[in-house]
């Protein structure tokens, strides 16, 4: 008998881990651990989530004659114990790459190699592994355009069949009858409506999307109101989706394309799916790419403290009304759309000049789908401190931003009630307009706190300062 360890791939079909388990032995036994220390780096919409999910996987498995096993505690200590209890002679997993879950799986393999238990753990969170996609040279690629070519030709593995209603063992509930509340495990109840977690969930998403959204998502992904992005973030984070069924869902869809725009536009989606792996490796091998800027400027760049401002960008209230859209989504729905998540992040690093570090602690609190590699690259990408970054000289123009991709201002007033009754052209000249206007349109909703042009040639002096240099190009976006 052997144990298979569910972490952040809370499902059960298309799992690589669970099938090489069922292969090998008589009978698997699905456990989690609630690990005190993981947690303590959780967040109230995440956990929720997380719970979502287990509830949902725990239903699966008890559907077909099994359970999921509920634990608590270090699995360093669970885990050889729960083998001795129930006779079984190995733990199976699959791999986490963040510097944080490496770490934990080393101890997990220690006191497993001295309890005499076998382990092993396999690549199921990705398709193609950290180190099986580099240059010529053998180097790791910092510049995504390269890897995504050898990613995107690289053949994808077949979804994988979830195991045999045979191959599951009952060992129980273990220590909860029922999957916790976030109360039970120390967390608030989240502030934001967080999307339901499970399965279903997710599957339901990746249907829908692969059947309609996927056809527009080249041409309409950047438009926050249109909403025909997949959503997937936090399914893929928690794997309650699995990325192999991702992709041969993308692959009925090229099938079932009409045109060359169609199939560009399914391209276009693998290549943000490719993003999420770049980023996964760039982790593996760079453990500090969640604290440290990637790339070095020859000074410390000269970030700003300033309580006041930063508590404005927090609670959506800049008077940059695309930016206050997007961190009150934050706050409200625990997700912010991508385009709009580079608005707010340039605007933080850039207009305020503050540490990318106080905006991906922010995210880390709120996203449901906050994932340490994908976070820090999107903000060392904003703050043009990452791999493959923005350049420094390319400022996001916030009101251009808005007006681009927000044109009849539906998202902003979606989400900043007091523009809801205002229109467009007033809410995409806010920062124009008169103190006198202002109050008459939105006597609620604040005047920009700061003159983006003014901040933006600070941002650029501060830069060209870091790098060394008084001089540089420079555009606005
Ligand atoms: C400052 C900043 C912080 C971010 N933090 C996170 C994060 O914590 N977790 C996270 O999953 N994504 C993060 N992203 C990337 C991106 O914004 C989200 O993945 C995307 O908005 C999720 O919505 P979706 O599932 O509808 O995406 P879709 O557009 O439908 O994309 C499909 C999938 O591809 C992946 N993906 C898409 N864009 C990116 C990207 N730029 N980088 C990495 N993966 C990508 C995601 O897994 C996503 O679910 C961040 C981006 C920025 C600029």
Redesign the pocket.
């Known amino acids: 008998m052997l144990v298979h360890w569910h972490r952040s791939d809370l499902r059960a079909p298309d799992n690589e881990g669970l099938r090489r388990a069922a292969e090998r032995a008589d009978g698997v036994v699905p456990l989690f651990v609630f690990d005190e220390e993981v947690l303590s780096y959780g967040s109230p919409p995440r956990v929720a989530f997380m719970l979502d999910a287990l509830r949902s996987l725990r239903s699966w498995y008890r559907e077909r004659g099994g359970d999921l096993y509920l634990a608590a505690g270090d699995p360093s200590a669970v885990l050889p114990d729960l083998c001795e209890r129930l006779g079984a002679e190995g733990v199976v997993w699959n791999r986490g790459y963040s510097g944080l879950a490496r770490e934990r799986d080393e101890a997990v393999r220690a006191a497993l190699d001295d309890a005499g238990i076998d382990h092993r753990d396999h690549g199921d969170a990705l398709h193609h592994e950290p180190g099986s996609i580099t240059t010529n040279e053998g180097e790791h690629y910092s510049v995504f355009t390269y890897f995504w070519r050898k990613w995107r030709d690289r053949e994808k593995a077949d979804p994988h069949d979830p195991p045999p209603a045979g191959a599951l063992e009952d060992a129980g509930p273990g220590e909860f009858d029922a999957v916790p509340d976030l109360a039970a495990l120390g967390f608030d109840a989240p502030e934001a409506t967080v999307e339901p977690g499970g399965r279903e969930a997710g599957r339901e998403r990746l249907e829908s999307?692969c059947a309609g959204d996927i056809y527009d998502?080249e041409d309409r992904?950047d438009y926050p109101a249109d909403g025909c992005?997949?959503?997937?973030?936090?399914?893929?984070?928690w794997g309650t989706v699995g990325v192999r069924e991702v992709y041969a869902a993308t692959e009925e869809a090229m099938a079932a394309s009409d045109g060359d725009s169609d199939r560009e536009s399914v391209e276009e989606?693998r290549s943000?799916?490719a993003?999420?792996e770049?980023?996964a490796h760039v982790l593996r091998f760079n453990p500090e790419f969640v604290a440290e800027n990637f790339d070095e400027y020859e000074r410390p760049i000269e970030w700003r403290e300033d309580d006041e401002e930063l508590r404005a960008w927090k609670a959506g209230e800049t008077g940059y009304p695309i930016v206050d859209a997007g961190m009150r989504q934050l706050r409200a729905e625990a997700?912010?759309?991508?385009r709009v998540?580079?608005i707010?992040?340039s605007f933080l690093t850039k207009d305020l000049l503050l540490d990318w570090r106080e905006?991906y602690a922010h995210?880390?609190r709120h996203?449901a789908?906050?994932?340490?590699?994908?976070?820090a690259?999107?903000?060392q990408?904003?703050a043009s401190t990452g791999t493959d970054a923005q350049p420094y000289f390319r400022i996001f123009n916030p009101m251009r931003q808005g007006e681009e991709y927000d044109p009849e201002a539906a998202y902003i007033r979606e989400h900043v009630p007091e523009l809801a009754g205002v229109d467009p052209e007033t809410i995409h000249s806010w920062h124009e307009l008169d103190p006198a206007a202002r109050t008459e349109a939105a006597p609620e909703y604040p005047a920009p706190i700061v003159d983006h042009g003014e901040r933006r040639e600070r941002a650029l002096a501060t830069f060209e300062r870091a790098r060394g240099e008084g001089e540089g190009a420079s555009g606005d976006g």
């Open positions: 999307f998502y992904r992005t997949s959503r997937l973030s936090a399914h893929l984070k989606f943000q799916l993003w999420r770049f980023y997700y912010v759309h991508n998540r580079m707010v992040a905006g995210f880390r996203l789908d906050h994932d340490a590699a994908s976070d690259g999107g903000w990408w904003a």
